[in-house]
């Protein structure tokens, strides 16, 4: 079974401080891990992939094998970083279960 | 742009009818498409499998007589709510994968809000 873990339901940071988004998994094989963002009203949009060690609008994500971990990262948060942020992880069947999704509000 | 079309964004039906959600894939065709459910300020659960020109896979736990899927052709999957009761009202969306072999992100259509009086 894949299961995600966000424990975080909300999160609360003032505008350019550093924010963690913190997601933990478990899956018994290779997992791919996505993060996706939802703003107000609107779909969910692909942030980001870890196998594409890429970072979008300033946010990282590393993935941690060893403490199964992809934690979502940015030194410099922006009001228009406010969203609810989903960790997913996709298996070898191409399924992508979703963690319970943290709700990032960056106040000015 | 959107890859994945969604309609209608907003349904009222009574109790007991039936409702009909389409997901469309744009300029790609999706063997595969997924429907999530997402009750409010919840995260997304996977309701099916949607596959084209097969029986779709259902999650434990979701109801397939209740929530009908057919996948008629590589760009098309429909969701039917039969019976619609008011706990089935809720945010419905679809997804597909635009490289079935995995390499590029899911995506999502806009999602069908579903509400049962």
């Known amino acids: 079974a894949q299961r995600v873990t966000q424990p975080e339901k909300l999160l609360s940071v003032f505008k350019g401080a550093p924010v963690e988004l913190k997601c933990n998994y478990s899956?018994?094989?290779?997992?791919?891990l996505f993060w996706y963002v939802q703003h107000s009203r609107q779909r969910l949009q692909l942030l980001l992939r870890?196998?594409s060690r890429e970072s979008i609008k300033g946010f990282t994500a590393d993935l941690n094998k060893g403490e199964t971990s992809f934690h979502l990262k940015k030194p410099f948060a922006q009001e228009e970083d406010s969203a609810m942020y989903y960790c997913?992880?996709?298996?070898?069947?191409?399924?992508?279960?979703f963690g319970k999704g943290t709700l990032l509000t960056v106040n000015p | 742009g959107a890859v994945v079309s969604q309609h209608p964004s907003r349904v009222i039906c009574k109790s007991g009818t039936s409702v009909k959600i389409e997901c469309r894939s744009l300029?790609?065709?999706?063997?595969?498409m997924f429907w999530y459910r997402q009750f409010p300020k919840q995260s997304l659960m996977l309701m099916a499998t949607?596959?084209?020109?097969?029986?779709?896979?259902?999650e434990q736990g979701v109801e397939k007589d209740k929530f009908l899927i057919n996948h008629a052709s590589l760009t098309l999957s429909t969701l039917t709510v039969t019976s619609a009761h008011p706990e089935d009202s809720s945010f419905y969306i679809c997804?597909?994968?635009?490289?079935?072999?995995?390499?590029?992100?899911?995506?999502f259509g806009n999602g069908t809000r579903l509400t049962v009086t």
């Open positions: 997804s597909a994968w635009t490289d079935p072999a995995g390499n590029s992100p899911l995506h």
């Open positions: 899956y018994s094989g290779s997992p791919e």
């Open positions: 870890h196998i």
């Open positions: 997913a992880l996709r298996g070898s069947n191409y399924k992508l279960t």
């Open positions: 300029d790609f065709q999706a063997t595969t």
């Open positions: 949607s596959n084209e020109g097969s029986k779709a896979t259902y």
